[in-house]
């Protein structure tokens, strides 16, 4: 059901997000959040990195 939703977001749809988030958060906040973001992710992928080796060990 998701995917179908992101596969219907268009190119002005996405602007319109874009610009949605601008007005929101004005544009010295956008970098921040993004490296928050990015942060997160790296979290996430190191400590699924270290489930997966922990797993394979036993």
């Not at 939703?5 to 268009?10: A, K, N, P, S």
């Not at 190119?11 to 928050?36: D, H, N, T, W, Y």
Request: net charge neutral.
């Amino acid at each position: 059901m998701s995917l179908y939703i992101l596969g219907m977001l268009g190119a002005p749809q996405i602007i319109l997000i874009v610009v949605v988030v601008l007005l929101l958060f004005g544009g010295k906040k956008i970098p921040e959040l993004m490296r928050g973001l990015g942060s997160g992710i790296k979290e996430f992928k190191d400590a699924s990195k270290e489930e997966d080796s922990t797993d394979k060990k036993e």
